[in-house]
């Protein structure tokens, strides 16, 4: 009740400052023009909204790309084989050793069986990632394992028999030519 009476106070007070007047016969048509005119003038264009859209999804993008990053062939071998990096590390390391090695004895008569060597070991090497991919892909673990171990172990034989072969070429050799001297 005692906001009635508030509410009757307010227009007592307010009384005779009220606009009762009626519009003007053109009000009509003046509030029409300005209606049209407003539709008639072009927007103009925001592009900022659609900067801050890009902007977002450009960051989002990034995040992604950063939180999910695929693996690589060797962190996921690792995950599933962590005795596969070790074992990758002392043979591969042991090999580009024996290969350079191997390459120092380069001269006219041994350049094609070296050649025909680095030509297996590539072969060799083609057939570890092989491996590597059945691993990956969830093949027999033990079995791949297995594989990758005697293909390390075949690409070192290889190399040694190779070495075998280029001394005894150069021994021939050395014979040869002791004996051509003389």
Same mark, same amino acid.
């Given at each position: 009740?005692?906001?009635?009476?508030?509410?009757?106070?307010?227009?007592?007070?307010?009384?005779?400052?009220?606009?009762?007047?009626?519009?003007?016969?053109?009000?009509?048509?003046?509030?029409?023009?300005?209606?049209?005119?407003?539709?008639?003038?072009?927007?103009?264009?925001?592009?900022?909204?659609?900067?801050?859209?890009?902007?977002?999804?450009?960051?989002?993008?990034?995040?992604?790309?950063?939180?999910?990053?695929?693996?690589?062939?060797?962190?996921?071998?690792?995950?599933?084989?962590?005795?596969?990096?070790?074992?990758?590390?002392?043979?591969?390391?042991?090999?580009?050793?024996?290969?350079?090695?191997?390459?120092?004895?380069?001269?006219?008569?041994?350049?094609?069986?070296?050649?025909? $060597?680095? %030509?297996? *070991?590539? @072969?060799?090497?083609?057939?570890?990632?092989?491996?590597? =991919? +059945? &691993?990956?892909?969830?093949?027999?673990?033990?079995?791949?394992?297995?594989?990758?171990?005697?293909?390390?172990? $075949?690409? %070192?034989? *290889?190399? @040694?028999?190779?070495?075998?072969?280029?001394?005894?070429? =150069? +021994? &021939?050799?050395?014979?040869?030519?002791?004996?051509?001297?003389?």
């Amino acid at each position: 009740m005692k906001n009635n009476t508030d509410i009757d106070n307010l227009f007592k007070e307010l009384k005779g400052s009220f606009d009762t007047q009626e519009p003007s016969t053109t009000h009509t048509a003046n509030f029409i023009e300005k209606l049209n005119a407003t539709k008639k003038t072009p927007k103009k264009f925001s592009w900022k909204p659609f900067a801050i859209a890009a902007s977002i999804a450009f960051l989002c993008a990034i995040g992604f790309t950063l939180f999910y990053q695929k693996q690589t062939t060797n962190e996921q071998i690792a995950e599933i084989a962590p005795e596969v990096n070790e074992t990758k590390f002392y043979f591969a390391s042991l090999i580009n050793t024996q290969v350079n090695e191997l390459k120092k004895e380069t001269s006219p008569s041994t350049k094609k069986i070296i050649d025909d $060597t680095l %030509i297996q *070991l590539n @072969k060799l090497e083609s057939d570890y990632k092989k491996l590597e =991919k +059945n &691993l990956l892909n969830g093949g027999n673990t033990k079995l791949i394992l297995s594989a990758i171990i005697t293909n390390y172990q $075949t690409r %070192i034989d *290889l190399i @040694k028999d190779v070495m075998a072969q280029i001394d005894t070429i =150069k +021994n &021939l050799k050395k014979y040869n030519d002791e004996n051509s001297t003389l």
